[in-house]
T-cell receptor
């Protein structure tokens, strides 16, 4: 069964460093997302991406964040200068735009980002 | 943005018992999704609901989309140890932003 994959599973970085989190969405999906979850809290929307551009972003997604689809399969989230409060699980998700289940969104296993 | 209120926040039950949890919103959602999350993993989609009043089952799980489109519930029958985890409701906003809004989650603990 197709699934969203993410790498790395765990990333430790020092405050101020840049990190890139990588995702491979399900191949026939057209809408891509990043969410984050601070330990013990609910999942929070960061950004949605469609047709090679951001379609929606939350107030969390400030200028330190960027997303890119560098090729036909990868979808990346970059944090330019990490802060302690960026420590969280980051989930990539994707969904098909059409078909029988256009609103069924599937999540990857997550990347645990620890900023020290 | 729209908010989802999920309850209860936690449940402690005996194996074999039935479980019920629900989600409410002050505004309308056009699709409800229920996810289960195990520790350190991503949310796994359990059930998707598309129409008001819809009742859908997935094995021992049953979920309903409220007729007002402002609520949904999830039932688990005859709970087993692997049902332990956090259950999240999520909804697609009816207008504008194409994003999922999540409830706060219900943490289910099962005593064998």
């Amino acid at each position: 069964e197709p699934e969203v994959t993410q790498t790395p599973s765990h990333q430790v970085t020092q405050m101020g460093q840049e990190v890139i989190l990588r995702c491979v969405p399900i191949s026939n999906h057209l809408y891509f997302y990043w969410y984050r979850q601070i330990l013990g809290q609910k999942v929070e929307f960061l950004v949605s991406f469609y047709n090679n551009e951001i379609s929606e972003k939350s107030e969390i997604f400030d200028d330190q964040f960027s997303v890119e689809r560098p090729d036909g399969s990868n979808f990346t989230l970059k944090i330019r200068s990490t802060k302690l409060e960026d420590s969280a699980m980051y989930f990539c998700a994707s969904r098909p735009l059409a078909g029988d289940t256009p609103y069924e969104q599937y999540f990857g296993p997550g990347t645990r980002l620890t900023v020290t | 943005g729209q908010q989802l209120n999920q309850s209860p926040q936690s449940m402690f039950i005996q194996e074999g018992e039935d479980v019920s949890m629900n989600c409410t919103s002050s505004s309308i959602f056009n699709t409800w999704l229920w996810y289960k999350q195990d520790p350190g993993e991503g949310p796994v989609l359990l059930i998707a609901l598309y129409k008001a009043g819809e009742l859908t089952s997935n094995g021992r799980l049953t979920a309903q989309f409220g007729i007002t489109r402002k609520d949904s519930f999830l039932n688990i029958s005859a709970s087993i140890p692997s049902d332990v985890g956090i259950y999240f409701c999520a909804g697609w906003e009816i207008q504008g932003a194409q994003k999922l809004v999540f409830g706060q989650g219900t943490r289910l603990t099962i005593n064998p």
